[in-house]
C-alpha cells in the first residue's frame, strides 16, 4: 500500500474500472469529439453511416432522416436489417449486441461488409450510451422487430411486433439533455453533409425532413462526384467545361476523382474515405497530389510547353485553382481517431497514384484543348509565384516580413508573451487613435488599416504582397503565409477585427476575413480570429447611461424609460472615431466589459463558396444571392 500526496491511503480499491457503456458517458469527446452542437450531429451521422454501409454493399437505394418535433431523429434505411439471431458470444440478440456492446459490429470480419465507414465498430453503440432513450425497428426474414433503450440499458429483451413489409432499419433517438450543451440541430448543416453522402454513392435516393420548422429536401445524384465538382465550382470561372473523370476498382477499393480547373486562387480538394469527410486529408490525398504533379510536368515538357531548361512545375502551381473530389472505398480503413478525420493505410497511396497518373495522362492525350488550358493556368502560376518570391525577397532587403522589423504604424505592446498578447485591426487612422489612447498597452497593439484592403479573391499572390496595408499585416502577425505559415511564429493569440458598425465597415471586415480564410486559415481553426462588437447606440435618461449592442437592447431600454415618464436621448454610432478613447476601452476593448465573436468554420467547402460568390468574380450568383436575402437585413445603412 501507498501514500498519496493528501496523506490517504491509495489502494486497488481506489482504481475505477468503467464498465461497458459507462465510459461512453463519463468520456463522451473521446468518441465523438465534443458534447455541443457538433457533437450532436456526430450522433445523427453514426447511424447514418451505418445505413450509407448497407448502400455501399449493394443493399440499399433509400435512407430517410427526421428531425422530429420533439428533438428526437429517425433515421430509416431499405437495407438488410441488423441481425437479429442470437449472438454466439454474448448470448444475445445480435441487435442488443451491436447496440450495447463497444466494437461489435458487421464490419470487423469482412464477411458482412467489405466496405464501410468505420474502424472501430462504435457507432451504434456509442449513440445508444449518449441517448435519453434509442428505439430499433429491424424488418428482415418475414419479421418485425423491436427494442427499446434507456441510457444504453435494455427496457426488455427484442420482440416480434407482426409481419415485415419489407427489409430495413429504423433508428429513433433523443439525445440525453444530461450530455449536450444543447438539443439543437442545424438543419442547413446536415442537410450539406447528406448532400456530400448522397454524391458519394451514385443512385442513393436520401430524403432528409425536418418536422420542427416544415423543411424538407430530397438528394440523388446520378452524376456522382463529376456533380459534386460542378455544384463546387458553380459560382467560379472554368478552364476547362467538364470534370475530368476517373474510376479504378482493385477488389475490394474503389477509387473515384473528379477534377475541374478555374480562374480562381485556391486549392479546394475534398478528401473521403468510405464517405467519410478525411478533412485532415491522408494517404488518398498524397497519391492524388504526387500523381497530378508528375503528369501535368510530364505532359508540359513532352509538348514543349516547357522548356527542358525550365524549372519543373511544383505543387503549389498544379493546385491553384483546383477543385477536386477524391473518394476511396476500401476494407480495414486506419482512421485516426474516432471523428476519423485523417486516413492512414499506406497502400492506398500508390493505389491511388497509379489510378490517377494513368487516366489522368490518357485524358489529356486525348483532350489536348483542356490538356493546354490546364498547363497554361499552371505556368501562369509558377510565374506569378516567381514574382511573388522576388516581391516577397524586394520588401525583406527593405526591411519587412521576416526581418523582424515592425510596420512603423503598428502601435505595439510591452508584454513578450504571445498568449497574453491581442492585436486590434482597426479601420482607419481617427479610430486607430482612439484605439491607442484607450487601449492597455501592456498587452493591446494597434494596427490602423487605411481604407479598404485587397480583394485577395481577386488578386494574385505578387499582387497582393505588393499591397501595402497587406505586408504590414503579415509582418505584425510575425506568421508569414500559405505554405512559409509558421504557427509558433505568431505574435498575438488574439486577433481581432474592428470595423466601423457600417456598410463600409462590414465590407473591410468582409475583406479581412477573406484574407484570413484564404491565407491563414490555421488563425482560425486554432482560434485566433475574432471580431469587436462595438455598440450601435448610446441612450441616456438624465444620470443613466447605457451602451447598447443591438436594436432589441435599445427597443427595451426606450421601452423601460416611456414606462417611466422619462425624457431620453439616443445616439446612433457608425463609427468607431465617434467615441472617445476612454469610450472606447470600456465598451469595446476592456475585457471585463466587452463582447468578442469568435471566427470558425463548420464547414468548409460551404464557407469556399460563399467567398467565391461574394468576392469573386462572377456578378450573377451575387446580385441572386442578394436579391434573396434582402428582406433579412435588419440595419441597411444609406
Same mark, same amino acid.
Request: overall charge negative; charged content about 25%.
Given at each position: 500500500?501507498?501514500?498519496?500526496?493528501?496523506?490517504?491511503? +491509495?489502494? !486497488?480499491?481506489?482504481?475505477?474500472?468503467?464498465?461497458?457503456?459507462?465510459?461512453?458517458?463519463?468520456?463522451?469527446?473521446?468518441?465523438?469529439?465534443?458534447?455541443?452542437?457538433?457533437?450532436?450531429?456526430?450522433?445523427?451521422?453514426?447511424?447514418?453511416?451505418?445505413?450509407?454501409?448497407? !448502400?455501399?454493399?449493394?443493399?440499399?437505394?433509400?435512407?430517410?432522416?427526421?428531425?422530429?418535433?420533439?428533438?428526437?431523429?429517425?433515421?430509416?434505411?431499405?437495407?438488410?436489417?441488423?441481425?437479429?439471431?442470437?449472438?454466439?458470444?454474448?448470448?444475445?440478440?445480435?441487435?442488443?449486441?451491436?447496440?450495447?456492446?463497444?466494437?461489435?459490429?458487421?464490419?470487423?470480419?469482412? #464477411?458482412?461488409?467489405?466496405?464501410?465507414?468505420?474502424?472501430?465498430?462504435?457507432?451504434?453503440?456509442?449513440?445508444?450510451?449518449?441517448?435519453?432513450?434509442?428505439?430499433?425497428?429491424?424488418?428482415?426474414?418475414?419479421?418485425?422487430?423491436?427494442?427499446?433503450?434507456?441510457?444504453?440499458?435494455?427496457?426488455?429483451? $427484442?420482440?416480434?411486433?407482426?409481419?415485415?413489409?419489407?427489409?430495413?432499419?429504423?433508428?429513433?433517438?433523443?439525445?440525453?439533455?444530461?450530455?449536450?450543451?444543447? $438539443?439543437?440541430?442545424?438543419?442547413?448543416?446536415?442537410?450539406?453533409?447528406?448532400?456530400?453522402?448522397?454524391?458519394?454513392?451514385?443512385?442513393?435516393?436520401?430524403?432528409?425532413?425536418?418536422?420542427?420548422?416544415?423543411?424538407?429536401?430530397?438528394? +440523388?445524384?446520378?452524376?456522382?462526384?463529376?456533380?459534386?465538382?460542378?455544384?463546387?465550382?458553380?459560382?467560379?470561372?472554368?478552364?476547362?467545361?467538364?470534370?475530368?473523370?476517373?474510376?479504378?476498382?482493385? %477488389?475490394?477499393?474503389?477509387?473515384?476523382?473528379?477534377?475541374?480547373?478555374?480562374?480562381?486562387?485556391?486549392?479546394?480538394?475534398?478528401?473521403?474515405?468510405?464517405?467519410?469527410?478525411?478533412?485532415?486529408?491522408?494517404?488518398?490525398?498524397?497519391?492524388?497530389?504526387?500523381?497530378?504533379?508528375?503528369?501535368?510536368?510530364? &505532359? !508540359?515538357?513532352?509538348?514543349?510547353?516547357?522548356?527542358?531548361?525550365?524549372?519543373?512545375?511544383?505543387?503549389?502551381?498544379?493546385?491553384?485553382?483546383?477543385?477536386?473530389?477524391?473518394?476511396? *472505398?476500401?476494407?480495414?480503413?486506419?482512421?485516426?481517431?474516432?471523428? #476519423?478525420?485523417?486516413?492512414?493505410?499506406?497502400?492506398?497511396?500508390?493505389?491511388?497514384?497509379?489510378?490517377?497518373?494513368?487516366?489522368?495522362? =490518357? +485524358?489529356?492525350?486525348?483532350?489536348?484543348?483542356?490538356?493546354?488550358?490546364?498547363?497554361? *493556368?499552371?505556368?501562369?502560376?509558377?510565374?506569378?509565384?516567381?514574382?511573388?518570391?522576388? !516581391?516577397?525577397?524586394?520588401?525583406?532587403?527593405?526591411?519587412?516580413?521576416?526581418?523582424?522589423?515592425?510596420?512603423?504604424?503598428?502601435?505595439?505592446?510591452?508584454?513578450?508573451?504571445?498568449?497574453?498578447?491581442?492585436? +486590434?485591426?482597426?479601420?482607419?487612422?481617427?479610430?486607430?487613435?482612439?484605439? #491607442?489612447?484607450?487601449?492597455?498597452?501592456?498587452?493591446?497593439?494597434?494596427?490602423?488599416?487605411?481604407?479598404?484592403?485587397?480583394?485577395?479573391?481577386?488578386?494574385?499572390?505578387? #499582387?497582393?504582397?505588393?499591397?501595402?496595408?497587406?505586408?504590414?499585416?503579415?509582418?505584425?502577425?510575425?506568421? @508569414?503565409?500559405?505554405?512559409?505559415?509558421?504557427?509558433?511564429?505568431?505574435?498575438?493569440?488574439?486577433?481581432?477585427?474592428?470595423? %466601423?458598425?457600417?456598410?463600409?465597415?462590414?465590407?473591410?471586415?468582409?475583406?479581412? =476575413?477573406?484574407?484570413?480564410?484564404?491565407?491563414?486559415?490555421?488563425?482560425?481553426?486554432?482560434?485566433?480570429?475574432?471580431?469587436?462588437?462595438?455598440?450601435?447606440?448610446?441612450?441616456?435618461?438624465?444620470? %443613466?447611461?447605457?451602451? $447598447?449592442?443591438?436594436?432589441?437592447?435599445?427597443?427595451?431600454?426606450?421601452?423601460?424609460?416611456?414606462?417611466?415618464?422619462?425624457?431620453?436621448?439616443?445616439?446612433?454610432?457608425?463609427?468607431?472615431?465617434?467615441?472617445?478613447?476612454?469610450?472606447?476601452?470600456?465598451?469595446?476593448?476592456?475585457?471585463? @466589459?466587452?463582447?468578442?465573436?469568435?471566427?470558425?468554420?463548420?464547414?468548409?467547402?460551404?464557407?469556399?463558396?460563399?467567398?467565391?460568390?461574394?468576392?469573386?468574380?462572377?456578378?450573377?450568383?451575387?446580385?441572386? &444571392?442578394?436579391?434573396?436575402?434582402?428582406?433579412?437585413?435588419?440595419?441597411?445603412?444609406?
Amino acid at each position: 500500500m501507498s501514500i498519496n500526496e493528501n496523506g490517504n491511503a +491509495y489502494s !486497488a480499491a481506489d482504481i475505477q474500472v468503467l464498465e461497458g457503456l459507462e465510459a461512453v458517458r463519463k468520456r463522451p469527446g473521446m468518441y465523438i469529439g465534443s458534447t455541443d452542437q457538433r457533437g450532436l450531429h456526430h450522433l445523427v451521422y453514426e447511424i447514418v453511416y451505418n445505413s450509407v454501409d448497407e !448502400a455501399m454493399a449493394g443493399f440499399c437505394d433509400h435512407i430517410t432522416i427526421t428531425i422530429n418535433e420533439a428533438s428526437s431523429v429517425t433515421i430509416e434505411d431499405n437495407g438488410r436489417g441488423i441481425p437479429v439471431d442470437t449472438h454466439p458470444t454474448t448470448g444475445v440478440s445480435a441487435l442488443q449486441t451491436v447496440m450495447t456492446v463497444l466494437h461489435a459490429g458487421g464490419k470487423f470480419g469482412g #464477411k458482412a461488409y467489405q466496405v464501410s465507414g468505420g474502424l472501430h465498430g462504435v457507432g451504434a453503440s456509442v449513440v445508444n450510451a449518449l441517448a435519453e432513450y434509442i428505439e430499433v425497428t429491424v424488418q428482415r426474414d418475414g419479421q418485425k422487430w423491436h427494442q427499446e433503450y434507456r441510457r444504453g440499458t435494455p427496457l426488455g429483451p $427484442l420482440a416480434s411486433i407482426g409481419q415485415a413489409t419489407g427489409t430495413g432499419t429504423t433508428t429513433t433517438f433523443l439525445a440525453d439533455s444530461q450530455i449536450f450543451t444543447e $438539443l439543437n440541430y442545424d438543419f442547413d448543416a446536415l442537410a450539406e453533409r447528406l448532400r456530400e453522402v448522397a454524391y458519394l454513392n451514385r443512385g442513393l435516393e436520401i430524403e432528409f425532413n425536418d418536422r420542427r420548422h416544415d423543411r424538407e429536401l430530397s438528394f +440523388y445524384f446520378e452524376g456522382g462526384i463529376t456533380g459534386f465538382v460542378r455544384r463546387l465550382n458553380r459560382n467560379k470561372t472554368l478552364r476547362h467545361s467538364t470534370p475530368i473523370y476517373i474510376k479504378k476498382q482493385l %477488389d475490394p477499393t474503389v477509387v473515384e476523382v473528379a477534377l475541374q480547373y478555374n480562374d480562381g486562387y485556391s486549392d479546394n480538394t475534398l478528401a473521403f474515405a468510405n464517405c467519410v469527410n478525411t478533412i485532415d486529408g491522408g494517404t488518398h490525398l498524397t497519391g492524388f497530389r504526387s500523381a497530378l504533379t508528375r503528369v501535368l510536368n510530364d &505532359y !508540359a515538357h513532352k509538348n514543349k510547353m516547357l522548356k527542358d531548361d525550365e524549372p519543373n512545375l511544383v505543387g503549389d502551381d498544379v493546385r491553384e485553382g483546383l477543385t477536386a473530389v477524391i473518394s476511396v *472505398k476500401l476494407s480495414d480503413p486506419q482512421f485516426e481517431g474516432q471523428t #476519423k478525420s485523417k486516413l492512414g493505410n499506406i497502400e492506398i497511396k500508390s493505389i491511388v497514384e497509379t489510378a490517377v497518373g494513368d487516366d489522368l495522362a =490518357l +485524358y489529356l492525350e486525348e483532350h489536348p484543348d483542356d490538356a493546354k488550358r490546364i498547363i497554361e *493556368k499552371c505556368i501562369t502560376v509558377s510565374k506569378a509565384r516567381e514574382a511573388a518570391r522576388r !516581391a516577397r525577397d524586394l520588401i525583406i532587403r527593405k526591411g519587412s516580413l521576416d526581418t523582424g522589423t515592425l510596420p512603423g504604424k503598428l502601435a505595439d505592446c510591452s508584454e513578450k508573451d504571445p498568449s497574453l498578447c491581442e492585436l +486590434y485591426l482597426v479601420e482607419g487612422d481617427s479610430a486607430g487613435g482612439s484605439a #491607442k489612447q484607450g487601449r492597455n498597452r501592456r498587452f493591446q497593439a494597434i494596427l490602423p488599416l487605411r481604407g479598404k484592403i485587397l480583394n485577395v479573391e481577386k488578386a494574385s499572390p505578387d #499582387k497582393m504582397l505588393s499591397h501595402e496595408e497587406i505586408r504590414a499585416l503579415i509582418t505584425a502577425l510575425g506568421t @508569414s503565409i500559405d505554405t512559409e505559415f509558421t504557427l509558433d511564429k505568431l505574435r498575438y493569440h488574439r486577433i481581432i477585427l474592428m470595423t %466601423d458598425a457600417d456598410v463600409d465597415g462590414a465590407h473591410i471586415r468582409t475583406l479581412l =476575413l477573406t484574407f484570413f480564410f484564404r491565407h491563414l486559415p490555421e488563425l482560425i481553426n486554432h482560434g485566433h480570429l475574432f471580431i469587436a462588437q462595438p455598440p450601435l447606440y448610446r441612450v441616456r435618461a438624465g444620470k %443613466d447611461e447605457r451602451w $447598447l449592442y443591438s436594436d432589441q437592447e435599445k427597443d427595451e431600454s426606450l421601452t423601460e424609460f416611456k414606462r417611466g415618464n422619462r425624457k431620453y436621448d439616443v445616439q446612433r454610432y457608425k463609427g468607431l472615431g465617434e467615441m472617445s478613447a476612454e469610450q472606447l476601452w470600456e465598451t469595446t476593448m476592456n475585457p471585463t @466589459s466587452r463582447t468578442l465573436l469568435q471566427v470558425s468554420v463548420d464547414d468548409t467547402t460551404k464557407a469556399d463558396g460563399i467567398f467565391s460568390m461574394l468576392m469573386g468574380d462572377e456578378v450573377a450568383p451575387r446580385k441572386t &444571392y442578394i436579391q434573396a436575402h434582402a428582406t433579412s437585413v435588419k440595419n441597411l445603412d444609406i
